[in-house]
């Protein structure tokens, strides 16, 4: 009797009567349906697993949740759930991410750590409080810093005058008394100088976070540059994905694909790309195309940088020199690959796609994987660009951020709506629920 008081008491305190209807309805809003989960792990794509491992950490009823980069290859639905999840549970979380988006909506506070210092600081808030935060933290800075060099220059303007004084009475006079004042003001002016050395030195010229940046040709590219005519496609032995589709891109337009994960997204830009071929239908697209796929592609870690630069983008060593100086904040000459981490190959990437002078810039969920401040520069590089510019992607501030004006929304049943926008209109969750 005692140990069945024990049990009750302990499905009480892990919240467990309801565990079969919690792990039917936590499996379901993440799309793992009964037939999928009898799939071998090693047949499932990469969001499938993430979402698995999710599946297993939710269910699990947790009192701290530890989530690194959850939303890495979720779509807008699975990250609608998960934000609700988050939002309503009574869990306490520890989420290490660079979705802004998500980290907006799902927490509120953060940890800042200072790569160069080594320090933690706290922001009681969620990003965009940190994002303001941070900027008026600078500002202060900035002011203070300011006030500093005013007060200093007005009195080392004042102990200036007092040491000219001090000069004319030693220089003009024999009076022994006059001679005698003159090095009295010459003493105060040392002190005075003194003074404002030590005490007017102390606050630091404040500097702006280091950010990756680079020169974009800003050319404006106008015209059609990709034309998909009436496809139809499917991968072998599967349903078609596309049926008479036909789509076209002009200089000017910023489109974003969005739609759930396995709609055909990144076999769009793979057919456009020419990587595969329609069964039927025509594709035509301009020959200055720069693309960075959803994976990135196996490089050779023991080629030296600059050799991995030169050979993809005509440039002289120096200028290569220069860009890579400009991402990667140091001296890379007689580096390799290998020294690099992934985030910062893909930096250099990001770099290699833009020195092409691209007149379409395809990309395919470009922020999974990178730190705040890459998505950023690729942010600043793509906002001065003005070609073309295809992504799929579920980061919403990255698409409003980089201004898109037009939406491919890949719905269910093969059903495509082609939309003009505008960046301030874009919501993933409007496309979720439908009010688009
Ligand atoms: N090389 C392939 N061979 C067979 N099926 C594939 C291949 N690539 C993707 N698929 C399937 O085609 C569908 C669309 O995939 P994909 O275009 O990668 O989707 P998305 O990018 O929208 O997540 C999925 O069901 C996927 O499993
Ligand atoms: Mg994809």
């Known amino acids: 009797m005692e140990e069945y008081g024990e049990v009750m008491e302990k499905m009480d305190i892990w919240d467990s009567w309801n565990y079969l209807e919690k792990k039917e309805m936590i499996l379901g809003s993440l799309g793992l349906t009964s037939d999928f989960l009898e799939r071998e792990i090693a047949e499932i794509s990469g969001g499938q697993a993430n979402r698995v491992a999710l599946a ?15 939303t890495n290859n979720l779509d807008a639905e699975t990250l609608e759930f998960l934000k609700k999840f988050i939002q309503e549970g009574k869990f306490s979380l520890l989420l290490v991410s660079h979705d802004r988006q998500f980290l907006d909506e799902t927490i509120d506070e953060i940890l800042e750590i200072d790569e160069e210092s080594l320090t933690v600081s706290h922001f009681g808030g969620n990003y965009s409080f940190y994002v303001a935060e941070k900027k008026k933290i600078f500002d202060k800075q900035v002011a203070a810093y300011e006030e500093q060099r005013r007060k200093r220059e ?17 220089r003009f006079s024999q009076n022994a008394f006059y001679k005698a004042k003159g090095a009295k003001l010459a003493k105060q002016a040392n002190i005075q100088f003194k003074r404002i050395q030590e005490e007017l030195n102390s606050i630091p010229e404040p500097k702006p976070p280091k950010k990756p940046t680079f020169v974009v040709e800003e050319n ?15 991968y072998p032995d599967q349903k078609n994905l596309f049926s008479n589709f036909s789509f076209s891109l002009n200089g000017n337009e910023r489109v974003a694909i969005i739609g759930p994960n396995g709609i055909g997204k990144t076999t769009l830009i793979r057919l456009i790309l020419g990587e595969v071929k329609p069964t039927e239908g025509e594709i035509t697209i301009t020959k200055n195309v720069g693309y960075l796929p959803q994976i990135p592609g196996e490089v050779d870690k ?8 030169r050979k993809q983008v005509t440039v002289s060593e120096e200028e290569a020199k220069k860009i890579l100086g400009q991402v990667l904040f140091s ?12 985030g910062e190959i893909r930096r250099i990437q990001i770099a290699i796609l833009f020195a092409k002078r691209p007149d379409l810039i395809i990309l395919d969920e470009p922020t999974n994987h990178l730190d705040v401040y890459t998505i950023e520069m690729l942010e600043e590089a793509l906002k001065r660009f003005r070609g073309g510019i295809l ?13 898109i004006n037009r939406l491919l929304i890949f719905k269910e049943k093969k059903e495509i709506l082609d939309v003009k926008t505008t960046p301030e209109k874009i919501s993933l969750k409007s496309h979720v629920y439908n009010f688009i």
């Not at 297993?56 to 959850?70: F, K, M, Q, T």
């Not at 023991?302 to 630069?309: A, G, H, L, R, T």
């Open 56 to 70: 297993g950490v939710l269910i699990s009823s947790p009192n701290l949740l530890l989530l690194d980069e959850p």
């Open 154 to 170: 007005q009195l080392e303007k004042a102990a200036k005058a007092l040491r000219q004084k001090a000069a004319k009475f030693e």
């Open 220 to 234: 404006e590219k106008r015209g059609l540059l990709a034309k998909v005519f009436n496809i139809f496609f499917a």
């Open 302 to 309: 023991s080629e030296n940088v600059i050799d991995y630069f």
């Open 331 to 342: 001296d890379v000459s007689y580096k390799k690959i290998s020294d690099f981490s992934s």
């Open 391 to 403: 992504v799929a992607s579920h980061d919403e501030w990255f698409l409003r951020d980089i201004k």
